[in-house]
């Protein structure tokens, strides 16, 4: 079925059906026939990947203008997008006959090919627009149309929801609030026996909500609806129902859980937004004559309770399969015993469009192993620490109830180290109905585990009785790194493995204890990071909503976003409210975005001026967590909150240039100043020595821009001197480390940061994978030889923040980043560091733009670097090799070429410009 986010086709065909065919061309065409097939002279360009407001055929916008991108891929070197014109229609065969009735552009000429506005004039609710796009190439060559892409507009005004809020009354069952079971419910409809050109359900939920059709689930959606600060928003999800409904009687069928809304999240908090869940849905069916048949959630659905006898994100799920009912969701059955919902008085608020991929099962884990580390105890291995639920098959007599327990290690003596997750024990049980094999998932709840325990059972399981189920916000993968070292790239792994699990609705902290919060230091360290890995743009189109949201009145943006009763003003906690905007325009070129958050990232740098003393962020730092979990450091906080307040401030100004406010640009660029000139007055000494001499500091003064001229050099000095004299170890935390690599690397200190990379004593990031972690650990004692688990209140195994080493691998290592100056990727710096012992590294990014990629590697003949540039971008290459002459690309000399280009050498090494296309450089020895 067709829902508001992507089709289930694998990625790379999805965004580059171009590339797909190059790679199966490949294997039949003669070297030169590929050569002139993947040529665009003579047949243009064509461009594919086309999405709406990053999203691939979505249904349920929203924006007044969505905006339109395409990917324009080439072989050949220096092409680029000269015009576009775009064609919207009505209907398929509108289009079809090039007729753009809700839009045609025309030619327009421009090089973008990402971020285009429509501009078809204003689109009235449920609008479906199927569009196409070409463009010319570089010598003014029109290309053929694309391949036809698909939106629709959602219920854009209020008054378009006809549905009321609904609820039932199982959950004010007096006793343990907590322990409740999940509604079934129901209600009936008619279609009628004419064509339907389109059914839509529209829905939304204050919880978690699922729904199935004449017995059918509807999307493969879970965790629905997104989580938001219920006060000021809900998001609504759109399901393509058309394929599920018959002529005649038709059931609908829901079933509707407490999640964020009304279970428990963080640490204590319980029923946080509201009391009990509520429903609100609208299933529209649309018939070739016009007409429309509507069904909503009103006082007419009925409900009963379902076999899920209780489910919490905390606690687990409880199932009762005895107490199924057969097709509660289908037309035939009896639904008189069930009781009539009641309508519930809502307070009104904006129903806003999805906007992000929906939360999804993204993978599957079989077991690798399962012992009995005590009697009946079956503890299977999955091999990689992940975000979700178990699937389990069981065969065991009716009424056997099968306990199952979620652990991310193991004790020495082989039982589940379940004392990390605090107050959440997540388990989950499961009672059986007997005749099996049963198979079952929990579908209102997920845990953070490597291990699962299986007790209960009647006889010894076989490996096939645990599948870990992976669950997240289906993010699309889009970047990937390599080298020659597998412990390097088991870290990578497990920082893909940190994103892609906690990267659930909203960035989280962590997966499996009570938290699981949108904590904002660790969105904001690793937000570079999570760029380099994946498509996040839509993802943080979601969250930068729920980051404004939940800032305060007086402009203090807080610790979590959902706001979810933490504090506020923290330093580089609250600074992610300017990091992550700016972050992602880089990564994406969205100005818009950009432009929608500026106001906020103001009133956070008015709200630091008025609560500093003379531009020091002496007092109301906030939850003042510092360089949280540093090792053997104790960086002054005062000294980040005053240095993030300039680093924002610098943002800001930055931003205000990019959106044409040209006075606070310069207003901004001077508070910058001022805050730096009290920064130094401060902290630093002649000798260039910074307040708490910590790496920490040190790091952020360079990377903030805080030093200059000799007190720069001096600071580079005192750093590296700091990690020399720890026997190249770092001591950062949260916030030190995600500025550790670059900034060494931007300073020529390369060998420091390719010594702390490989390091593996403790601590470093190779001392965990030595130690066997699949996922990035919070802390960099989480276990040690000597002392074992560190302390089990604060001890996850699955936090993202230390592995923000990520941008460096990709950005320096491999050595494939944007210009300073640059967004969207259209200005790259190819910048390859070779050392560590390293003898090969390559790293792929889907840009917006397109691929692009950089890889090197170490050869008898010297050190080879190849390199791939999107269709219109550009991009400055650095190459290790002292001069031009000793540089080869494709097999021929650097002179004389017109298309590269010589620059002026960058650290003593060989640099050139180069357009788009792919370059081989051999650099000789
Ligand atoms: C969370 C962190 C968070 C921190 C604030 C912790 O409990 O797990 O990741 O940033 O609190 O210091």
Redesign the pocket.
């Known amino acids: 079925m067709k829902e508001n986010a992507r089709s289930s086709a694998p990625v790379a065909a999805r965004k580059f059906p171009h590339m797909i065919n190059s790679v199966s061309l490949r294997a039949w065409l003669p070297a030169p026939l590929l050569v002139a097939a993947l040529c665009s002279t003579g047949h243009g360009l064509t461009p594919s990947a086309l999405r709406c407001e990053y999203l691939t055929d979505p249904l349920g916008i929203q924006e007044e203008a969505p905006r339109l991108s395409w990917i324009v891929a080439s072989e050949e070197r220096g092409q680029a997008q000269s015009g576009y014109e775009v064609l919207a229609a009505s209907s398929p065969e509108q289009l079809a006959q090039d007729r753009g009735d809700l839009w045609a552009s025309g030619k327009v000429a421009s090089a973008d090919s990402a971020q285009v506005a429509f501009a078809g004039g204003k689109l009235a609710s449920r609008q479906a627009c199927v569009w196409k796009v070409r463009v010319w190439d570089r010598s003014g060559q029109p290309g053929p149309w694309s391949a036809a892409a698909h939106f629709e507009m959602g219920l854009v005004k209020p008054e378009d929801w006809q549905a009321h809020w609904i609820e039932t009354s199982i959950q004010n069952t007096n006793g343990k609030p907590e322990k409740h079971p999940v509604p079934l419910l129901r209600a009936g409809f008619n279609v009628a026996g004419k064509p339907v050109t389109r059914a839509r359900l529209y829905a939304t939920a204050l919880g978690l909500m699922s729904f199935e059709v004449n017995g059918h689930r509807v999307s493969r959606n879970v965790l629905a609806p997104e989580w938001t600060d219920y006060r000021k928003r809900s998001r609504c999800q759109v399901y393509d129902v058309g394929a599920l409904l018959r002529s005649g009687s038709n059931v609908i069928g829901a079933q509707l859980a407490n999640g964020w809304y009304s279970g428990h999240i963080g640490?204590g908090h319980f029923r946080y937004w509201g009391k009990q869940p509520a429903l609100l849905a609208q299933l529209e069916v649309t018939y070739a004559d016009g007409s429309t048949d509507r069904l909503v959630t009103d006082g007419s659905w009925r409900w009963a309770p379902g076999p899920i006898a209780s489910t919490d994100f905390m606690l687990g799920e409880n199932y009762d399969a005895r107490l199924e009912t057969p097709a509660w969701s289908n037309t035939g059955f009896d639904d008189h015993a069930w009781q009539p919902v009641r309508l519930r008085d809502e307070l009104a608020r904006p129903i806003d469009a999805q906007t992000t991929e929906s939360v999804r099962v993204t993978g599957e884990l079989p077991a690798k192993s399962v012992s009995e580390p005590s009697h009946d105890r079956w503890v299977f291995d999955l091999g990689q620490n992940m975000v979700g639920v178990v699937r389990l098959r069981v065969t065991a007599p009716v009424g056997t109830t099968v306990t199952i327990r979620h652990a991310e290690m193991l004790n020495p003596d082989g039982a589940m180290y379940v004392a990390n997750l605090r107050g959440a024990p997540s388990i989950d049980t499961y009672i059986c109905k007997g005749g099996g094999p049963e198979i079952w998932q929990p579908a209102f709840t997920f845990h953070g585990f490597r291990y699962v325990e299986l007790s209960g059972l009647p006889a010894k399981p076989g490996l096939d009785a645990v599948t870990g189920v992976v669950i997240g916000s289906d993010i699309q993968r889009a970047g990937t790194f390599t080298c020659s070292d597998e412990r390097i790239d088991r870290l990578q792994s497990n920082i893909w493995w940190g994103q892609r699990g906690n990267y659930l609705s909203v960035p989280t902290?962590?997966p499996q204890r009570d938290?699981r919060?949108g904590?904002m230091?660790?969105a904001q360290v690793f937000v570079r990071t999570a760029t380099g890995n994946a498509d996040v743009a839509a993802f943080f189109t979601k969250w930068l909503v729920d980051v404004d949201d939940a800032q305060s009145a007086n402009g203090a943006f807080t610790?979590v976003s959902p706001r979810a009763g933490s504090g506020e003003g923290t330093p580089a906690?609250a600074d992610a409210g300017v990091i992550c905007p700016w972050t992602v325009y880089r990564a994406y070129g969205d100005r818009r975005l950009l432009e929608r958050h500026y106001p906020n990232m103001v009133r956070w740098i008015e709200w630091c001026r008025t609560h500093s003393n003379g531009l020091i962020r002496a007092k109301d730092r906030g939850?003042d967590?510092g360089d949280?979990l540093a090792q053997g450091a104790n960086t002054p906080k005062e000294a980040i909150g005053t240095a993030y307040f300039a680093y924002s401030t610098a943002l800001v100004a930055k931003a205000a240039a990019v959106l044409g406010k040209s006075d606070d640009a310069a207003k901004y660029d001077r508070l910058f100043e001022e805050i730096k000139t009290a920064f130094n007055a401060h902290y630093v000494k002649p000798d260039g020595r910074i307040e708490g001499n910590t790496q920490c500091v040190y790091l952020m003064a360079l990377k903030f821009g805080l030093v200059d001229g000799k007190l720069k050099d001096f600071a580079v000095q005192h750093l590296v001197a700091d990690i020399a004299a720890r026997g190249y170890h770092l001591s950062t935390g949260?916030v030190g480390v995600s500025y550790l690599l670059p900034v060494l690397s931007a300073n020529n200190q390369d060998e420091a940061a390719f010594k702390l990379l490989m390091q593996d004593t403790f601590p470093s990031w190779l001392f965990s994978v030595k130690n066997g972690a699949t996922t990035i650990w919070?802390r960099w004692d989480g276990w040690t030889p000597e002392h074992g688990f560190q302390s089990p209140t604060?001890n996850?195994f699955n936090?993202y923040?230390l592995g923000s080493c990520g941008e460096w691998l990709y950005a320096s290592l491999a050595g494939l980043d944007q210009a300073p100056e640059s967004a969207g990727w259209r200005r790259i710096v190819i910048h390859p560091r070779i050392g560590g012992g390293l003898t090969r590294a390559s790293y792929r990014l889907d840009t917006i733009r397109g691929p692009a990629a950089s890889a090197w590697s170490v050869a008898a003949d010297g050190v080879h670097v190849d390199c791939t540039i999107p269709v219109g971008s550009t991009a400055m290459v650095v190459l290790p090799a002292a001069g031009p002459q000793s540089v080869t690309e494709s097999g021929r000399a650097l002179e004389n070429r017109t298309d590269i280009k010589l620059l002026t050498p960058v650290e003593g090494k060989t640099a050139v410009s180069v357009e788009s296309g792919s370059y081989r450089f051999q650099c000789g020895r």
């Open positions: 640490n902290d962590c938290e919060l904590w230091g660790d610790d906690w939850g967590y949280w949260f919070e604060m996850s936090h923040s």
